[in-house]
């Protein structure tokens, strides 16, 4: 089956700087690839997505860039903020059936 | 207000005990999917289903069982309970199955916390 692989596991950032949290999957058959943010003791959010057929999808100071051939998928937050603190997982899935979640990433914004 | 419910919340039993944990949602959603969450595994999959007496196999149904007898309850059915089954579980619907998403995808309940002693 597919395998999603996310890094860092933890970043620190100073507030107003860039985060980039990276995933590489290994089904070249996965079209479709959501992020999710997950505040401590609640339930996972998604935040952005992207398909297959995009490059690249923007939602204000939040990125995602997809690279198909190399088949991994970044997800970009520029202007940290302090309620940017929490984790994020990345997935992947084919025709959203079915879906695999990276580890996390712990992202905590330094005020 | 639109939502994925969850019961209960937080539940302790013994190993063997068969247990229900309820999924529901009132968005009308077609699709429903099950997963396990633990620290440092990030979320897996149990099981899906992506329209009613549909249900496939995730990444770890082993111990697991489901039914999609209609289309807003997706119970996750656990009958032999084991200490390795501890975990916190979600439930999440989306509104359409297959490729044809909207930006939401899948809505989230609030989580079941599990221990099996």
């Known amino acids: 089956g597919e395998n999603v692989e996310q890094h860092p596991s933890t970043l620190s950032v100073q507030e107003g700087d860039s985060a980039v949290i990276k995933c590489t999957y290994s089904?070249?058959?996965?079209?479709?690839f959501p992020w999710y943010k997950q505040e401590l003791g609640k339930r996972p959010q998604l935040i952005i997505d992207i398909r297959s057929n995009v490059g690249e999808k923007k939602d204000q100071r939040i990125a995602v860039t997809l690279n198909k051939t190399a088949k991994h998928f970044s997800l970009h937050i520029t202007e940290t903020q302090p309620e940017d603190s929490a984790v994020y997982f990345c997935a992947a899935s084919i025709n959203g059936n079915q879906f695999y979640f990276g580890t996390g990433t712990s992202l905590t914004v330094i005020p | 207000e639109a939502q994925v419910t969850q019961n209960p919340r937080y539940l302790i039993t013994v190993t063997g005990k068969k247990l229900t944990v309820t999924c529901s949602q009132n968005m009308n959603h077609e699709y429903m999917s099950w997963y396990r969450q633990d620290p440092g595994l990030g979320l897996r999959q149990i099981y899906y289903s992506m329209n009613v007496e549909v249900t496939d196999k995730g990444d770890v149904p082993e111990g697991y069982k489901v039914s999609r007898k209609e289309k807003r309850n997706f119970p996750l059915i656990l009958e032999s309970p084991s200490p390795n089954q501890t975990s916190l579980y979600f439930c999440?619907?989306?509104?359409?199955?297959?490729?044809?998403?909207?930006?939401?995808?899948?809505?989230f309940g609030p989580g079941t916390r599990l221990l099996v002693l």
């Open positions: 999440a619907s989306s509104p359409i199955g297959g490729w044809d998403r909207t930006q939401e995808t899948q809505y």
């Open positions: 089904d070249s058959a996965s079209n479709y």
